[in-house]
C-alpha cells in the first residue's frame, strides 16, 4: 500500500486544516492518522474502518477532528477544527488491516505532512 499525505501548513490557533490521505496498491481495512511533536513518540489521532466507516479518536481531538474517507477517490480526510498550538506535528497517515490506536499494528505509512499552529 502506497500512501501520499497532503494538506499540512501554517494555521492560527482556532483555525482550521483539511488533510488527505491518499492510498493506491494493495487493499487495507483500515486508516488512521498519528501525529508526532518534535521530542516526543508518535500519537493516535484517530482512524476509520474503510468498509463501514467506524471511527475512533484520541480523546485529545473529539469534538474538534472528524475523520471521513471517500472510498471512490480512495482517500480519507483529517478534518482539523479549532486548531490549538498544541497540535503542532508531523502527521502521518498509516494503513492496516484492523483499527487500532497503537502504531505498532499499523503495516503502511505516509511520508507525513507538517502542521504548525501559532498561538
Known amino acids: 500500500v502506497q500512501l501520499q499525505a497532503s494538506g499540512g501548513g501554517l494555521v492560527q490557533a482556532g483555525g482550521s486544516l483539511r488533510l488527505s490521505c491518499a492510498a493506491s496498491g494493495r487493499s487495507f481495512s483500515s486508516l488512521a492518522w498519528f501525529h508526532q511533536a518534535p521530542g516526543k513518540e508518535r500519537e493516535f489521532v484517530g482512524g476509520?474502518?474503510?468498509?463501514?466507516?467506524?471511527?475512533l479518536y484520541a480523546d485529545s481531538v473529539k469534538g474538534r477532528f472528524t475523520i471521513s474517507r471517500d472510498n471512490t477517490k480512495n482517500t480519507v480526510y483529517l478534518q482539523m477544527n479549532s486548531l490549538k498550538p498544541e497540535d503542532t506535528a508531523v502527521y502521518y497517515c498509516?494503513?492496516?488491516?484492523?483499527?487500532?490506536?497503537?502504531?505498532?499494528?499499523?503495516?503502511?505509512w505516509g511520508q507525513g505532512t507538517l502542521v504548525t499552529v501559532s498561538s
Open positions: 498509516a494503513a492496516g488491516y484492523a483499527l487500532y490506536s497503537r502504531s505498532s499494528q499499523y503495516n503502511y
Open positions: 476509520i474502518t474503510w468498509s463501514v466507516g467506524i471511527t
